[in-house]
């Protein structure tokens, strides 16, 4: 069969995986994408530098040919090491052993080896080439090139777009229909800062504490296989490990009050924030406050949309359509989902693009919401939750039900991360999962002091079977 041109905009994450998964089924994709070639002039940055990939990513990478090359690059973090004040640190497993796990990755590499792979597929990538306006009544995209400034107008009859949070699709859209668009802002941003390979660090303070590791020839200088945490109450620090021995560290602050991004902006005041929060960070964070300054403060938010397209002529694929906030690290993992079932369905869809674009949006939107409100709720489980101790009793019995009943009482995270479930099914059982988990630690300090028999008789009341068994 003749498929549908498509003409795609924006050549990130998705826009890329789902060129390659198009192009692999016959479809003739072009897409147009407002940077250079990262393979030739380097990787441009963008979000984040690396991001968690989950089983919903791998899958969407396994589809493309992509397992195998992208391995080699992914760390590996089975579970949250959380730092306490102190110095201490304790890993929170994510799962029941080391097939339950997520991976970092560099957002450049994923990129790079998308790019490869949509090409080999046969996608044509036009870079430099920045989509500015749409002519709906002429079907035509007005776009400039980056390289020289020109201005050219380029036919198009089926579009997509994948072109990020700002997208400038979506902007010409909503000229033309309401998308009944939101931007709900989060009062929280975000700085990148960055711990080096082991090699890389010197110092006296740092000489004395990390001798051993030296000595030993290892690579990175905290644990790799974990995803690191300095949670602490209204704020926190994360940091994800790279393939070659750095980490990439997130600090997340309110963007007003005590401690905010306004009230710490000077050397002295980072400084002093990081001696008094996250003390054991600093001798393996050399370039601090130089890198306070030079990187910059980027906002954070989750973006609703009523409608995702004009019948059958635009679509919104992506952080285009449903960007969130990074606390799931589910935004990537989302929009590779969407970019196998968008493929899915327009395969099927005999050239009724119409059709295929009103069955993406019913089967999509409740589970992009569904994650959007899930990514937000685990703010406060990472920044504040996770040094609790009644929240560490009810993690506790979490694992202790899922053994009792499984493929019944699965962990919310389990469902997100490692498993294909809908996002829709893990929240509406995430929140009787959790009420009942509330129920039966109420008042409890200790495992040994819950009513396992009152748990079976809960489940058994509330949580209706899973439809089928969940795919992994
Ligand atoms: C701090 C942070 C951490 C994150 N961590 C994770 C994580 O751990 N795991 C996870 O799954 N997700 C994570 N995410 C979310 C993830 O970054 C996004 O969901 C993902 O990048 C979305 O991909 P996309 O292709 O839709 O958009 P983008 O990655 O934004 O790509 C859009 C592309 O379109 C191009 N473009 C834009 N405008 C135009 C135009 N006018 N013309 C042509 N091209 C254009 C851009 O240059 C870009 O290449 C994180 C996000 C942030 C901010």
């Known amino acids: 069969m003749t498929h549908n041109k498509i003409t795609l905009i924006g050549a990130g994450l998705v826009g890329a995986l789902l060129a390659t998964l198009l192009a692999q089924r016959g479809f003739s994709v072009e897409v147009f994408e407002r940077r250079p070639d990262p393979r030739k002039f380097g990787f441009l940055g963008g979000r984040s530098i690396n991001l968690a990939l989950a089983e919903r990513g791998w899958h969407g990478l396994r589809l493309a040919g992509l397992t195998a090359p992208l391995a080699p690059l992914a760390v590996m973090m089975r579970g949250r090491m959380v730092h306490a004040r102190d110095g201490k640190t304790e890993l929170l497993r994510y799962g029941r052993d080391d097939s339950e796990v997520i991976w970092s990755i560099n957002r450049g590499s994923l990129n790079m080896a998308l790019l490869d792979a949509a090409e080999v597929a046969g996608a044509r990538i036009h870079f430099n080439q920045r989509l500015a306006s749409v002519d709906w009544e002429k079907s035509t995209l007005l776009f400039v090139d980056e390289n020289d400034g020109a201005r050219y107008e380029h036919a198009a009859r089926t579009l997509i777009g994948a072109d990020g949070a700002g997208s400038t699709l979506r902007a010409a859209m909503a000229q033309k229909i309401s998308l009944g668009e939101r ?140 960007a969130i906030v990074p606390f799931h690290g589910q935004g990537m993992n989302c929009g590779f989902e969407d970019a196998v079932e968008l493929t899915q369905i327009m395969e099927n869809a005999a050239n ?100 396992l028999a009152q748990a079976d008789a809960l489940i058994a009341a509330r949580l209706p079977p899973l439809p089928s068994a969940p795919s992994k």
């Open 183 to 322: 931007f709900e802002p989060l009062d929280h941003g975000y700085k990148e800062l960055e711990i080096p390979r082991l090699l890389d660090l010197s110092g006296a303070t740092f000489a004395q504490t990390h001798a051993h590791q030296r000595e030993r020839g290892e690579l990175f200088a905290m644990e790799p296989n974990a995803l690191h945490i300095w949670p602490r109450g209204n704020y926190m620090c994360i940091a994800l490990p790279n393939a070659k021995g750095n980490f990439t560290v997130t600090l997340f602050l309110p963007n007003t009050g005590e401690p905010s991004f306004t009230s710490v902006q000077t050397p002295a005041q980072v400084r002093a924030l990081f001696a008094r929060d996250f003390a054991d960070a600093v001798p393996l964070i050399p370039d601090l406050e130089k890198d306070f300054a030079a990187n910059p403060t980027a906002l954070l938010g989750t973006l609703y949309l009523d409608r995702w397209r004009i019948d059958g002529r635009a679509l919104l694929i992506g952080d285009a359509a449903h």
């Open 352 to 451: 009724d693009t119409s059709a295929a674009f009103a069955e993406f949006e019913r089967r999509r939107k409740p589970n992009t919401d569904a994650i959007a409100a899930m990514a937000l709720e685990n703010y406060v489980e990472m920044r504040d939750s996770v040094a609790d101790a009644h929240f560490l009793l009810m993690r506790a019995l979490e694992r202790r039900l899922a053994e009792r009943h499984p493929g019944h009482f699965l962990p919310r995270y389990w469902m997100v991360t490692f498993s294909r479930l809908p996002y829709v099914t893990a929240f509406a059982r995430g929140e009787i999962q959790s009420t009942i988990l509330r129920e039966l630690t109420a008042g409890k300090s200790d495992l040994a002091q819950i009513d």
